[in-house]
Nanobody, 116 residues
Framework: QVQLIESGGGLVQTGGSRRLSCVAS????????MAWFRQAPGKEREFVSA????????FYGESVKGRFTISRDNDKDTVYLQMNNLKPEDTAVYYC?????????WGKGTLVTVSS
C-alpha cells in the first residue's frame, strides 16, 4: 500500500505563486509515475501534470503549460508542483496521484483558491 499526503494549498491572489508538495509513504520503492490532477467546484477531475520516475519526462495539461512546473525528489518520495501566474480558474482541489506497477493511488487533496 502507498499513502499520499498533499500540502501547500491555500489562498493566493491572481498572478501569485504557490508550491504544492506530495509525500508518498508505505511501499514506495519504484519505479512509479507521479502526477497531479485537480477538480474545480461543479467540474470533473482533470489532468494537470505528470512526471516519470527519472524526472526526465514531464507532461502538462494545456491550461497550465508554461505556468506550472512538476518535479520530484525520489530520495524524499516527494513530488512538487510549482504554480506560477495563478488565475481564478486554477481554483480547485489538487490531488496527488501515483501509479505503481499498474495500481493507482490518490491523495485526499489540497485546496487552492485563487482570488481575483
Amino acid at each position: 500500500q502507498v499513502q499520499l499526503i498533499e500540502s501547500g494549498g491555500g489562498l493566493v491572489q491572481t498572478g501569485g505563486s504557490r508550491r504544492l508538495s506530495c509525500v508518498a509513504s508505505g511501499r514506495t520503492f519504484g519505479p512509479y509515475t507521479m502526477a497531479w490532477f485537480r477538480q474545480a467546484p461543479g467540474k470533473e477531475r482533470e489532468f494537470v501534470s505528470a512526471v516519470s520516475w527519472t524526472g526526465i519526462n514531464t507532461f502538462y495539461g494545456e491550461s497550465v503549460k508554461g505556468r506550472f512546473t512538476i518535479s520530484r525528489d525520489n530520495d524524499k518520495d516527494t513530488v512538487y508542483l510549482q504554480m506560477n501566474n495563478l488565475k481564478p480558474e486554477d481554483t480547485a482541489v489538487y490531488y496527488c496521484y501515483l501509479d505503481r506497477w499498474g495500481t493507482d493511488y490518490w491523495g485526499k487533496g489540497t485546496l487552492v483558491t485563487v482570488s481575483s
